[in-house]
Structures are given as C-alpha cells and as structure tokens.
C-alpha cells in the first residue's frame, strides 16, 4: 500500500514538473542568457552579416525586438540556421525558442505538430521563378513543365490548386529544403521553381553565372502570412510574442515612430502609458521590461520602419507594402489597444 503511495506521489510530482517545464514562459530565455531565434540563414534574405559582422534583414530586426523586450537591449539575441522541414523538430528540442521567415504552417502540422503559430510578422506572394523564354507569354506555355518544390509545405498544395485550376499539369518534384531545390532549378532538372517571393529574389539577385538567365513570372500563387512560431506547450512565450508583434503596430497605428517617441511619454492615453511603460504593471505581468518599446522603437523603428527598412522602399527587396500595410491603409496588419 505504502509502495502504491509513494508510486502515485512520484507520478503526480513527475507530471507536475513536466506541466511546469513545458509551459516554461521565458525561464529558459531569461537562464540562458540569449534568445534564440529560428531563420533560414542559407538564403541571405530574411538574415545575413555585413563585412562587419552585424546582422541584418527581417528576422535579424524581429529577434533584436524580442531580446529588447526580454533583457531590455537588443544584444541578447542568437539567430540559428533552421530550414523548413527542421523547425518542428528545432522547437520541440529547444534548439530555437522562435521561429520566424519561410517556416510552413498547415492545419495537419498544427494538429500534430509541436508548434503554435503566435502571431502573424508579414504577408509574403508565393511566386514562381522560371528559366528566360522569350516565347512565352503566358502560363500556357509551360503546361506540363516540372516544378520544384518543397515537400510537405503549403508551397506544394498552393501550387496544386493553382495547376489544377488553369490546368496546367505541372510536375512536381520534391525537395526537402529550398538549397536543394534551387540547386536542381539552376541545373535544369525542373523548368519551374515556386516559393517564397523573398527566397526567389535573392536566387536573382546572387546569380554569378551570367550564362544563366531567370525571372519571377508576374502570376501570384498565393498570399501567405508568415508567423512567428513557437513551442505548442508554451502558452505564455506565444502571448507574449504575439503582444510584442502588437506593440509595434500598435506604435504605428497611433503614429509613434523613431523620431518622436519621447514625445508621447506625457500623453494620458491609458493604453499609450501601458505600451511606453509609463504604467509598468502590465508589461510586469508579461515578466518583459516595461520600457522596452521606447528602447525598440528608438533604435529599430514601429512595425513599418522595419518592414521598408527590411522589406520595403528602404531595402534591395523593394516589395510594396501592400498586405502589410496597416488596416486603416488598406492592408492586413491589425492591432490592438494595450490594456
């Protein structure tokens, strides 16, 4: 009876350490020392270091938010090279703490996955790269072309439905990771190549061969929001990163930018007092520091200075902000009121 006992006792503190381990919050963040944040460090477009060795690109500015709001400067950061078919597995080993650019995200993965999407950090244009036909004039003339493509992402059943509905009969042929995939592109092996507008750029733009001659195809597969993911068990990193994301919409929504943040600090707005920290107690809450976003937005920018320093006008991307445009613009980018 005592053995029952002390076996039930053990099992019920057993359990109760694994409840407490998973939904960690930041613990872990805050003992390592550092954030670590999941990209695709292959590609060069979502991170990559100057001569100098600083980082730069969407998902190097996205993790320098979030170390800001963690440890209150935005040095306590480590980017971790994750292809798309890793980030399950990167997550639910603790090898990254978030996920960020070119990570899949389907309703099979979020049923049996590890992961969580927090919170939407821009849209992206699945487009089609192709190797220069000047005879070509439109999508018809490359029915029943080979396509590359990643297995098991959303990339892949996009470009079904869209084969399926023009009726192209494009052949698929799977990779596991964008590396290999471009590699078999650039060597002929398929016509075709469909992913992330972003990625296919930057095959352009890093072209050395010159004998080689590619482009985007004007037709729009899809339009993809690109989340920040995390551990699935870890109910309070996704509040908290989805909140973080929010700050900076938020910020610019009611029109606090780089230049002028110090200025708002004496407004009486109850939810511009909670966003600088003015009020502290509910940044507290989040175990976040309070003046983090006077600290982020002073250095890196609100959500729009990011994105076309990033992404946008300001960068050699030069994607117009369109879907990720603010709501009130006409895009998709919503935030709340901090309360």
């Excluded at 482009?215 to 993911?229: M, N, T």
């Excluded at 109910?235 to 009611?254: C, M």
Aim: aromatic fraction near 10%; glycine fraction near 6%; hydrophobic fraction near 40%.
């Amino acid at each position: 009876m005592k053995q029952k006992i002390c076996f039930l006792c053990l099992l019920g503190c057993l359990l109760s350490a694994q409840a407490w381990a998973a939904d960690a919050g930041l613990r872990f963040i805050k003992t390592r020392g550092e954030v670590l944040c999941g990209t695709d460090l292959s590609a060069g477009t979502f991170a990559k270091q100057d001569e100098a060795g600083y980082w730069r690109g969407i998902d190097a500015d996205m993790c320098r938010v979030f170390s800001t709001a963690i440890f209150g400067r935005s040095d306590r950061f480590k980017l971790v090279d994750v292809k798309p078919n890793q980030v399950n597995s990167a997550i639910a080993h603790n090898k990254i703490d978030i996920m960020l650019g070119n990570a899949p995200g389907t309703a099979s993965k979020d049923i049996s996955g590890r992961t969580t999407q927090a919170e939407i950090v821009y849209y992206v244009r699945q487009m089609i790269l192709a190797h220069k036909n000047e005879t070509a004039t439109s999508m018809e003339d490359f029915k029943g072309k080979k396509i590359c493509v990643i297995t098991d992402t959303d990339d892949y059943y996009n470009m079904q439905d869209f084969s399926d509905k023009y009726k192209l009969d494009l052949r698929p042929l799977f990779f596991k990771n964008p590396d290999a995939a471009k590699e078999a592109f650039l060597l002929k092996r398929c016509d075709l190549y469909t992913g992330n507008e972003l990625y296919l750029k930057s095959i352009i733009d890093h072209m050395s061969d010159t004998s080689v001659q590619i482009e985007i195809l004007p037709e729009v597969i899809a339009e993809k929001p690109v989340y920040a993911q995390v551990l699935k068990d870890n109910q309070k990193l996704r509040t908290s990163v989805k909140w973080i994301i929010n700050a900076l919409t938020l910020a610019e929504k009611r029109g606090i930018n780089s230049k002028n943040v110090d200025i708002f600090i004496g407004l009486k707005d109850g939810s511009i007092k909670n966003l600088l920290g003015v009020n502290p107690d509910l940044w507290n809450k989040f175990e976040l520091y309070p003046t983090w976003v006077r600290t982020a937005i002073t250095e890196l920018g609100n959500y729009g200075e990011i994105y076309e320093k990033n992404l946008g006008s300001l960068s050699e991307f030069n994607i117009a902000r369109d879907k990720n445009n603010l709501i009130e613009n006409g895009g998709l980018i919503a935030s709340q009121s901090f309360y």
